[in-house]
């Protein structure tokens, strides 16, 4: 017959082991949808390479090209909206190619087409279409001029001129 002390120090054991089981359980079920999430962008990744391969061997306009890509990235990286903007032929100013229907502006909107918005909801989005970005003016400007990433974190609203 077991003392009072083995069989205390085998229960001890016992639970230990049985803590750590569920610990490794907890962990695996975290590598396995860590795993998930890798093959899911990245077939999201091959997915866009292919659709660009695909429309680059095609007679494809320029704009078609602009949404493609836009589109793509907004969907490999699961966000609400995106743009696409370039410079114009002389490098001063940055125009808008492509932007999404959700995208946030990325630019200070004036007052003027805020109340116009009121009215007229097209007017953000023609207003942002439209204007040529500055280098400096706002997140892409900014972006631009400084030749360096910005990275936002959630919440972070700030446009800066």
Known sequence: MLTPFFSGLFIV????FFLL??????????LDKELTDLKT?????????????????????????HSLI????????DTAGGSLYSTDRQ??????????EDCPPVIQVPEHILKQV?????????????????????????????????????GDHRLES
């Open 118 to 154: 009121e009215l007229t909801p097209q007017a953000l989005q023609s207003y942002i279409r439209l204007h040529s970005i500055a280098p400096g003016e706002g997140l892409v400007g900014q972006v631009w001029r400084d030749r360096q990433p910005l990275m936002l974190g959630l």
């Open 13 to 16: 054991s016992w639970l230990y």
């Open 41 to 65: 962008e990245e077939a999201r990744v091959f997915d866009f390479l292919h659709g660009l391969g695909e429309a680059f061997s095609s007679d494809i306009r320029t704009e078609e090209l």
């Open 91 to 100: 490098g001063a100013y940055l125009i808008s190619r492509y932007i999404t």
């Open 21 to 30: 089981s569920i610990r490794q359980k907890k962990q695996l079920t975290k």
């Open 70 to 77: 836009v589109k793509s990235v907004v969907r490999i990286l």
